[in-house]
C-alpha cells in the first residue's frame, strides 16, 4: 500500500539484507517539512521477511510493519510530532536515529548503530535512484541556487566527462525565466556509470523544495519504458 501523504512531507526507508549487504537509507522528500508519512522499502534481494517498527524518544510505538517481504513497499500514514524517532528492523540489523523537525528551514539528522552496511544521511549532498529493481547512489553534488532553464538543478560532477558516473536533473519547462522558490516542474534526469548510461527520462516531473535544497523525481527511462523514482538533496 502507498502512503496518502504528499511527497515533500514524506521519508522513504528502505531496507537491505541481502547475503552480499545488510543495511538501510533514509531519503528524505523535497523538504524537510512536518513529516505526516513515511515509505518503508524491502530490498528484492533480502533473505527474508523484515518487521519494521518506528518508536519515539519516549520509547513508545508510533508505527509497525509486520513481515515486509522482499521487494515489497508499505506506506504508513502518520502525522509524526516534531522530535526524535528511532526505525528498526527485526532482522537485527542496527537501528537509525532520525530527528523530524517542523520546519522547512530547518536540517534533519539521521544516525545509524549496530549496522554493518551504510547508512546515508541527509544533512550531505547526494542523490538516490530506483530503476530496474536496483538503487543508485550518488554522495555528492551540487544544486542551483536559482531554477534557470540553461543551470543544471542537480549535477555531480560539475564537468563529467565521457568515462565517469555522473547524475544530472535538470528543468524544461521555465522558458527563459528564473525562479528562487520551488515547486512542482516538468524536467530530465539522466544517470550514467563508468561511461555507460543507465537510465535517461527526458519528461520526469520534479517537485522541488521552496528553497532549493533538495526534491523528488519520477517518469519513464525513455529506452525501456521502466519507471524511474528518487530524490536528491543538498
Do not use: W
Not at 72 to 87: E, L, Q
Not at 101 to 109: A, H, R, V
Amino acid at each position: 500500500m502507498q502512503t496518502t501523504a504528499d511527497a515533500k512531507h514524506v521519508v522513504t526507508f528502505r531496507f537491505t539484507h541481502t547475503a552480499a549487504k545488510q543495511g538501510f537509507d533514509a531519503l528524505p522528500g523535497p523538504s524537510f517539512a512536518h513529516i505526516k508519512g513515511v515509505v518503508v522499502m524491502a530490498d528484492p534481494g533480502n533473505i527474508g521477511p523484515l518487521t519494521v517498527t518506528i518508536t519515539n524518544s519516549g520509547g513508545a510505538t508510533v508505527a509497525t510493519v509486520a513481515a515486509l517481504k522482499p521487494g515489497a513497499t508499505c506506506g504508513i500514514d502518520h502525522d509524526f510530532v516534531p522530535g526524535d524517532y528511532m526505525v528498526q528492523s527485526s532482522d537485527g540489523n542496527g537501528g537509525q536515529f532520525t530527528s523530524f523537525p517542523d520546519s522547512t528551514d530547518s536540517s534533519s539528522s539521521t544516525g545509524s548503530s549496530g549496522s554493518t552496511g551504510t547508512t546515508s544521511t541527509s544533512l550531505a549532498a547526494g542523490a538516490s535512484a530506483s530503476f530496474d529493481g536496483q538503487t543508485y547512489t550518488i554522495s555528492s553534488g551540487g544544486c542551483s541556487h536559482v531554477l534557470d532553464e540553461n543551470k543544471f538543478v542537480f549535477r555531480d560532477p560539475a564537468t563529467p566527462g565521457n568515462d565517469t558516473t555522473y547524475f544530472a536533473i535538470t528543468l524544461t519547462d521555465l522558458s527563459g525565466s528564473t525562479a528562487s522558490t520551488g515547486g512542482h516542474h516538468a524536467g530530465a534526469v539522466l544517470y550514467q556509470k563508468d561511461g555507460k548510461g543507465v537510465f535517461s527520462v527526458s519528461d520526469a516531473t520534479i517537485d522541488i523544495a521552496p528553497d532549493l535544497s533538495g526534491g523528488t523525481f519520477s517518469g519513464a527511462d525513455f529506452a525501456s519504458k521502466k519507471q524511474v523514482t528518487g530524490s536528491y538533496h543538498c
